[in-house]
Every structure is written in C-alpha cells, then in structure tokens.
T-cell receptor, first 116, second 110 residues
Framework: DTGVSQDPRHKITKRGQNVTFRCDPI?????LYWYRQTLGQGPEFLTY????????KSRLLSDRFSAERPKGSFSTLEIQRTEQGDSAMYLC??????????????FGPGTRLTVT | GIQVEQSPPDLILQEGANSTLRCNFS?????LQWFHQNPWGQLINLFY???GTKQNGRLSATTVATERYSLLYISSSQTTDSGVYFC????????????FGQGTTLQVKP
C-alpha cells in the first residue's frame, strides 16, 4: 500500500509566475485535503474534496488559488500570479472514513514552494 | 472555531529521559491525531485517538474527551525522537478538516 505522493517536492519560482502541484492520494481513499504550512506554524486547512467534489474551501484560498480532482483520484493545486507570501510547504492528505468510520488522515511529503 | 493549544512549545531532553506533551482543545471533537514532523517536513502518524489510551512501543497517548485534553508520552527518548510534535483535532459536524496546534519542538541530546 503506497502512501500519499506529491510532486514536485521543491519548487522555486519568480513572483508573478503560475505554479501547479500534484497530489496522488492513497488508492481508494475518497477524501483528499490540502493544507499549507509556513515556518514555525502548524499546517492550516485550504480545501477538501470528497471524490471529485470540492466541498469546502478555506478563506485562506484566495481567487489566485484553484484546486481540482477531476476523476476523484489525483488532485492538482494551482497558484496564479504567485506572491512572496505564498512561500510555504503545501501538504496533501487523504483519508477513507468508510474504513470502520475512522477518518484518519495520512499526509504526503509536501511541496516546498519558494517565491523569489 | 475550535482552538488547539500545545505545551510546552519547546522541550530539550537528554537521551533516555521521559517526557509528556499536552494538547488542550476548546470544544468537543470527533477526531484527534498526533503527528511527528521530521526534519524534511513529513508528517508521520503517531496516534488516531479521539478518546481512550493507546500505546505503540515507547510512545503512548491518552485523550480525555470530556475534559478536552490529550497527552503524548515519550519514554526512554532517543535522538531520533527529535522534531516537532503536532496535535490536530476535527470538530463535530465537520468535513473532517484537521485543526492543528502550534506544535512542541523536541530536541533530544545524546
């Protein structure tokens, strides 16, 4: 059983460029979450998918951010017109509450974004 | 929204010592997880423990949901235990999003 994978692991971009990150959840996990973590802080929730439906978005997710999960499997997170304040670790997690009602989330290794 | 507070914020131990990390939360929860974040940023699952007590090797955790706190015990600490420990909770009637505390940074010295 492979874990959650994310690509790329590191991304350096110039301010104003667009970036896209990918997350592949644990197979058969129907729930997928994106979080953002800045230095010295705990992760903060960005958005949540159940299958292909995006059911919740945080106020942190400005209109420059968009996330998709087109077939209910992998997900992408795109940031348009990046700003220096977008520099952070972007974490993806998946879970499957169908497994005995336990909704334990498992995290990927993260994508570390640096905006110069 | 729910508030999650972890203490202490920082902890330095000698190898072999025991420690207790605390997580307080301000409202009822239906999920609580403990994680260890390694130096590369990976969050490693330690416990899924909305209530009760669990043990895994040198680690154990107890959640007293009615009193809104959870404790993580580390016994006979090793240098590989160093890193940041996070507690995260899910509110009732929620989509399952985790609300994290600020973490406890543990340094174990040889």
């Amino acid at each position: 059983d492979t874990g959650v994978s994310q690509d790329p692991r590191h991304k350096i971009t110039k301010r104003g460029q667009n970036v896209t990150f990918r997350c592949d959840p644990i197979s058969e996990h129907n729930r997928l979450y994106w979080y953002r973590q800045t230095l010295g802080q705990g992760p903060e929730f960005l958005t949540y998918f159940q299958n292909e439906a995006q059911l919740e978005k945080s106020r942190l997710l400005s209109d420059r951010f968009s996330a998709e999960r087109p077939k209910g499997s992998f997900s992408t997170l795109e940031i348009q017109r990046t700003e220096q304040g977008d520099s952070a670790m972007y974490l993806c997690a998946s879970s499957s509450p169908l497994t005995g009602g336990v909704n334990e989330q498992y995290f990927g290794p993260g994508t570390r974004l640096t905006v110069t | 929204g729910i508030q999650v507070e972890q203490s202490p914020p920082d902890l330095i131990l000698q190898e072999g010592a025991n420690s207790t990390l605390r997580c307080n939360f301000s409202d009822s929860v239906n999920n609580l997880q403990w994680f260890h974040q390694n130096p590369w940023g990976q969050l490693i699952n330690l416990f899924y423990i909305p209530s009760g007590t669990k043990q895994n090797g040198r680690l154990s955790a107890t959640t007293v949901a009615t009193e809104r706190y959870s404790l993580l015990y580390i016994s006979s600490s090793q240098t590989t235990d160093s890193g940041v420990y996070f507690c995260a909770v899910v509110e009732w009637s929620n989509t399952g999003k985790l609300i994290f505390g600020q973490g406890t940074t543990l340094q174990v010295k040889p």
